[in-house]
């Protein structure tokens, strides 16, 4: 297989995660559209979130393939130390310590599904089994421009 959209694959544990942001509940083909409006939403407001401890990293989280409506969107994030006067129309999500199957992923958001289908082809030929129904995080270091975005992609694994 050639893998040429994902770098410095492993397997990894990541400690519980505190975030807080905006949750993007929408069609599946407008993911691609309304994910950047909150992503841009949110830097704009980071002076309102208190106990940052980033403000060049953003974290996407989702869901794959849940049946249940409270975990259905995208949840788009900065991390906290600990949650206190959350601004009304943000949301606050505990990400619990978990295995992931890891890459470093650069280019456009529309090569970011071939990118997860390397990544998980590498975990199943590594034995390793995709979980489903827990969350699985996407860590930005890049994300104002579509064409090239920087992230990390952590694909929940046991």
């Known amino acids: 297989m050639n893998r ?59 869901f794959v393939d849940s049946d249940k409506e409270e975990a259905d969107g995208y ?7 600990e949650f206190e006067d959350i601004p009304i129309d943000m949301v606050m999500i505990t990400i619990p310590r978990q295995k992931y199957a890891a890459a470093e992923f650069k280019g456009s958001n ?19 089994v995709r979980l489903k129904n827990t969350w699985h995080l996407e860590i930005f270091q890049s994300w104002e421009d579509q064409d090239n975005l920087q992230v990390e992609l952590l694909d929940t694994v046991r």
């Open 110 to 128: 529309q090569q970011i599904f071939q990118a997860y289908d390397e990544l998980h082809q590498w975990a199943e030929d590594n034995s390793y």
């Open 75 to 81: 949840w788009v994030c900065v991390e906290v130390e």
């Open 4 to 62: 040429q959209l994902i770098h410095n694959i492993s397997v990894k544990e990541v400690r519980a995660r505190k975030l807080v942001g905006f949750r993007v509940l929408c069609e599946n083909d407008e993911y691609k559209n309304e994910i950047p409006k909150a992503s841009k939403s949110l830097d704009n407001r980071l002076g309102e979130i208190k106990h940052l401890q980033n403000k060049d990293t953003q974290i996407g989280a989702f």
